[in-house]
């Protein structure tokens, strides 16, 4: 099913300078219907914070390649938890250096706000997600 009038905030993470991953999400994410703004890569909390503030998006998509998608994850989530009332937050990509999925640091990430962590590469799982949370918000 194609969403509409999903306003989507796209965004790498402070310390990731890759765009590629960023570019292929905002390209995959318009393909579902939703209309992305791409913040671009290493964007710090403050800078998504004041994002979200002022353009109050639908969803906020973060993604990491460079490794350190965990450490800069969290914090970006913690800052918009802190800054106020914000749509939900999703992470995936690279989130560690091993390049394996962490389930102590999935936990983390949920319980401090995210409401998805996906996996490198899993856009199945992403799209899922996302037929989910907006066919359920449509219906409500």
């Known amino acids: 099913m194609r969403r509409r009038n999903v306003q989507t905030l796209l965004t790498g993470t402070a310390s990731d300078s890759h765009t590629w991953n960023l570019v292929y999400l905002q390209l995959f994410l318009e393909e579902l219907g939703h209309q992305v703004r791409n ?6 909390d403050e800078q998504l914070t004041a994002a979200c503030a002022a353009e109050r998006p639908d969803l906020v998509v973060i993604s990491s390649v460079n490794g350190h998608g965990y450490r800069d994850g969290l914090n970006a989530v913690r800052a918009l938890r802190a800054a106020g009332p914000h749509p939900p937050v999703v992470i995936g990509g690279k989130l560690g250096v091993a390049g394996q999925a962490d389930p102590e640091r999935r936990r983390r ?9 996906f996996d490198d590469g899993d856009t199945a799982a992403l799209r899922s997600w ?3 949370a907006f066919d359920r918000r449509a219906a409500a």
């Open 39 to 44: 913040l671009g890569p290493c964007v710090t």
């Open 130 to 132: 996302l037929d989910e």
């Open 109 to 117: 990430l949920l319980d401090a706000g995210c409401a998805a962590v």
